[in-house]
């Protein structure tokens, strides 16, 4: 069974950086596209960023490129999401899904493109 937990989250000030990660256990991930997305309180969950994770395709949120890298740690079963210059509206709960199958489709952005999920992290930016 697919368990993916994700860890990192915290309080930060806008400018900050932190560093999400996703422990995937229970499957070989190599034919896996994995996914980062955030829900915002009163919000739908959005897409944040997503990998090929037998490596090389990425694809980001506009609100997020050039801030948010993804990336998998192979040797450990992690997908990392490094955030930088944090800013307010930043603020959500942060969730992994992954999916079987590694081409990028328009699902890739979409939540029901993604066939399992962990519980989450939150991540709130002060201004």
């Known amino acids: 069974q697919v368990q993916l937990v994700e860890s990192g989250g915290g309080l930060v000030q806008a400018g900050d950086s932190l560093r999400l990660s996703c422990a995937a256990s229970?499957?070989?991930?190599?034919?896996?596209?994995m996914g980062w997305f955030r829900q915002a309180p009163g919000k739908e969950r959005e897409f944040v960023a997503a990998?090929?994770?037998?490596?090389?395709?990425?694809y980001y949120a506009d609100s997020v490129k050039g801030r948010f890298t993804i990336s998998t740690d192979n040797a450990k079963n992690t997908v990392l999401l490094q955030m930088n210059s944090l800013k307010p509206e930043d603020t959500a709960v942060y969730y992994c899904?992954?999916?079987?199958?590694?081409?990028?489709?328009?699902?890739?952005?979409?939540?029901?493109?993604?066939?399992?999920w962990g519980q989450g992290t939150q991540v709130t930016v002060s201004s």
């Open positions: 899904a992954a999916a079987f199958g590694v081409v990028f489709t328009t699902m890739v952005t979409e939540v029901g493109g993604y066939d399992y």
């Open positions: 229970g499957r070989t991930f190599s034919n896996y596209r």
């Open positions: 990998i090929r994770w037998s490596g090389g395709r990425t």
